[in-house]
């Protein structure tokens, strides 16, 4: 079965204290790998999409890397605007229904000053 | 770009009553999209996938005569909840796959409570 898990759950950093946030999934056939964050009582905003392991992808303060096994949401001089909820989704082929993602419960980052 | 939009934001109901959720995509054409819904601290759990044109694929364990799924056109999609119960009080969220393959954007939810 296609599993996605997400560590730590939580997160409490200070200000620019750098960290990363880690995603391993077990599917059959990765078609691609996507991070979100979500805000309390908000849909989920599209951060990134990898494809193939040795990928990356870097915006503002957020790097994703991509593995055959695992993904990281690397973040870098945080700031308290960063604090939400990461969330890792992947997408599998074979015979999952086309498009579905499979999602992880998330990492919950708080960032104070 | 990529934009979706939902209403209502959030609805309060009588249990007995029906609700509709609108799902838009605002900027793009959407020939599929997908509703989840989401409990308070989980994560999202796909509800059903909805194509434009045809019949909703719903996941195992969803009641498809009672959340029904319309995708009558490819910028919009409605979920129904029909004849609700407090139990269905949830936050809803729908997803409309984008035109880069794989991507999928979301709207800001919607958040429904049955009384």
């Known amino acids: 079965e296609d599993q996605v898990t997400q560590s730590p759950e939580a997160l409490r950093l200070q200000e620019g204290e750098s960290s990363s946030l880690n995603c391993s999934y077990t599917?059959?056939?990765?078609?691609?790998l996507f991070w979100y964050r979500q805000d309390p009582g908000k849909g989920p905003e599209f951060l990134f999409t990898?494809?193939?392991a040795g990928e990356e992808k870097e915006k503002e303060r957020l790097k994703a890397t991509l593995t055959k096994k695992e993904s990281f949401l690397h973040i870098t001089a945080p700031k308290p605007e960063d604090s939400a909820t990461y969330l890792c989704?992947?997408?599998?082929?074979?015979?999952?229904?086309?498009?579905?993602?499979?999602f992880g419960r998330g990492t919950q980052l708080t960032v104070w000053p | 770009g990529a934009v979706v939009s939902q209403h209502p934001s959030w609805v309060i109901c009588k249990s007995g009553t029906s609700v509709k959720i609108e799902c838009r995509s605002l900027?793009?054409?959407?020939?599929?999209m997908f509703w989840y819904r989401q409990f308070p601290k989980q994560s999202l759990m796909l509800m059903a996938t909805?194509?434009?044109?045809?019949?909703?694929?719903?996941e195992q364990g969803v009641e498809k005569d009672k959340f029904l799924i319309n995708h009558a056109s490819l910028t919009l999609s409605t979920l129904t909840v029909t004849s609700a119960h407090p139990e269905d009080s949830s936050f809803y969220i729908c997803?409309?796959?984008?035109?880069?393959?794989?991507?999928?954007?979301f709207g800001p939810g919607t958040r429904l409570t049955v009384l």
């Open positions: 997803s409309a796959r984008g035109p880069v393959w794989g991507e999928q954007f």
């Open positions: 599917v059959s056939g990765l078609r691609g």
């Open positions: 990898l494809y193939s």
């Open positions: 989704a992947v997408q599998a082929g074979g015979g999952s229904t086309l498009g579905r993602l499979y």
């Open positions: 900027d793009f054409q959407a020939t599929t």
């Open positions: 909805s194509n434009e044109g045809s019949k909703a694929t719903y």
